[in-house]
């Protein structure tokens, strides 16, 4: 069973407008999350994150939004700019038993920005 | 400073074959961690490490086996190669989480196909 998912597969915005990347969770445990974005042939890189206890986060175009009683959050990216067209990958935290990060990946959005 | 490294880039196998994917990060992390990201799927932890000799299955364990002999080397083993085994392998290294939410750092991944 996935506990956390991205249902929109791709996504187009046009550039200049605001980018929603939307994501749900099943687990109450996971105590963080978090978005990265990969490009073609390379590794996932940090975007963002955003502690369970807060309800928003922002870092210049980049905002997560958290709302824990629909165990939802969501990216915003605004505005949008042709660079940001890549896949963006939520990510929920949780600390295993010896202490370290355990991240669950949802499946990705891609995100095509139009110029 | 090369963060993490993966070899090789590229691997053609047949059915049955073994083959060692080696991943070496310099960050001086304790932890390290194998993902595999097939499509619709996102990414799935395979094993993770918390320390040298010390390791530990995660969500795909089977068909994998995986040593940290060095802090720096996490190597991940597949001792007879099956086509459900074709993915994109990333690594990843992160820092101790003691104090919050610590970033994992990914390699530029590992195309495997087996035939």
């Known amino acids: 069973d996935q506990q956390v998912k991205q249902n929109s597969p791709s996504l187009s915005v046009q550039e200049g407008r605001i980018s929603i990347l939307n994501c749900d969770y099943t687990?109450?445990?996971?105590?963080?999350f978090l978005w990265y974005k990969k490009y073609p042939a390379e590794g996932p890189t940090f975007l963002i994150s955003i502690s369970s206890i807060k309800d928003k986060n922002e870092d210049g175009r980049f905002t997560v939004f958290l709302n824990k009683s629909a165990k939802h959050l969501s990216l915003h990216i605004v505005p949008s700019q042709p660079g940001d067209s890549a896949v963006y990958f939520c990510?929920?935290?949780?600390?295993?038993?010896?202490?370290?990060?355990?991240?669950?990946f949802g499946t990705g959005t891609r995100l095509t920005i139009i110029p | 400073n090369a963060g993490v490294t993966q070899t090789p880039k590229f691997r053609v196998l047949k059915t049955g074959q073994s083959m060692t994917l080696l991943c070496a990060q310099d960050?001086?992390?304790?932890?390290m961690y194998w993902y595999r990201q097939d499509p619709g799927m996102g990414l799935r932890l395979i094993h993770y490490?918390?320390?040298?000799?010390?390791?530990a299955k995660g969500e795909v364990p089977d068909g994998y086996n995986v040593s940290r002999l060095k802090k720096q080397n996490f190597l991940l083993g597949l001792e007879s190669a099956a086509p459900s085994q074709t993915s994109v392998y990333f690594c990843?290294?992160?820092?101790?989480?003691?104090?919050?939410?610590?970033?994992?750092?990914f390699g530029p991944g590992t195309r495997l196909t087996v035939l």
């Open positions: 990843a290294s992160s820092y101790d989480r003691t104090s919050g939410w610590s970033e994992q750092f």
């Open positions: 687990n109450s445990m996971f105590d963080y």
């Open positions: 490490s918390v320390g040298e000799g010390t390791t």
């Open positions: 960050m001086n992390h304790e932890y």
């Open positions: 990510a929920a935290s949780s600390i295993s038993n010896f202490g370290n990060e355990k991240l669950t």
